[in-house]
């Protein structure tokens, strides 16, 4: 079965920092892999996604993910964090062997960004 | 503004009663999905259909059904509702490739209430 898990509820970091923000997974097959970020009262919105090559995939907003497979990662991170990054983090993950689109999510991770 | 438009924004209702939630994919997209968002549960997948059909289920109750019209918006009916069907319902929509690595994007959500 496929699961994500995001260890952290909330992960604290002053502004202009580097924040990482962390996600392992398991898939039977090879992963196809995804970070969302929810802002409040809206929909989610993709940020970025790794489906094969390149280990480092660069997404919106100055956003990073590395793809570790003997890891089973793909924590989020980036350089230098702003205010305006606090939202509530999600990663998804499918297995690429499937025919479909289903998604499985982790339970989501609030980051924090104080000024 | 991912193009996906779910109406409407906000229902109130009451136990027992049923409702239908609306959802518009972004022109070209092929693929509807279906996800509930709740405090305890997290971001669950209910169900996918592509292009009219059925394409998987996740899990979505008896009590729930959908389907995918011909101008390709679908439907979320929800009915003999209890207190725990309270939760933020998204529609997602992709890219015509039915099991393809393409990103989903979801619309702004249908937040139901029920009493």
């Known amino acids: 079965a496929q699961s994500v898990a995001q260890p952290e509820d909330q992960v604290n970091v002053a502004e202009g920092n580097p924040l990482t923000v962390k996600c392992t997974y398991s898939?039977?097959?090879?992963?196809?892999l995804f970070w969302y970020v929810q802002y409040p009262n809206r929909g989610l919105q993709f940020l970025l996604k790794?489906?094969?090559?390149?280990?480092l995939v660069k997404g919106s907003y100055g956003f990073e993910a590395e793809f570790n497979k003997s890891q089973t990662s793909f924590h989020l991170k980036k350089p230098s964090a702003l205010v305006s990054d606090s939202a509530l983090y999600f990663c998804?993950?499918?297995?690429?062997?499937?025919?479909?689109?289903?998604?499985?999510f982790g339970q989501g991770t609030t980051l924090q960004v104080k000024p | 503004d991912s193009g996906v438009t779910q109406t409407p924004k906000h229902l109130i209702t009451a136990t027992g009663q049923r409702v239908t939630l609306r959802c518009s994919p972004r022109?070209?997209?092929?693929?509807v999905y279906w996800y509930q968002q709740s405090l305890d549960q997290g971001l669950q997948f209910l169900i996918q259909?592509?292009?009219?059909?059925?394409?998987a289920k996740g899990n979505i109750l008896e009590r729930f059904s959908a389907q995918q019209f011909p101008d390709l918006h679908s439907e979320l009916n929800l009915s003999s509702l209890e207190l725990g069907d309270s939760a933020l319902y998204f529609c997602?929509?992709?890219?015509?490739?039915?099991?393809?690595?393409?990103?989903?994007?979801f619309g702004p959500g249908t937040r139901l209430t029920v009493l």
């Open positions: 259909y592509y292009n009219g059909e059925e394409r």
């Open positions: 997602a929509s992709s890219a015509p490739r039915a099991g393809g690595p393409d990103e989903q994007f």
């Open positions: 790794y489906i094969t090559g390149d280990n």
């Open positions: 898939v039977s097959g090879n992963p196809y």
């Open positions: 022109s070209g997209d092929l693929s």
């Open positions: 998804a993950v499918r297995d690429s062997s499937s025919n479909t689109g289903k998604l499985i």
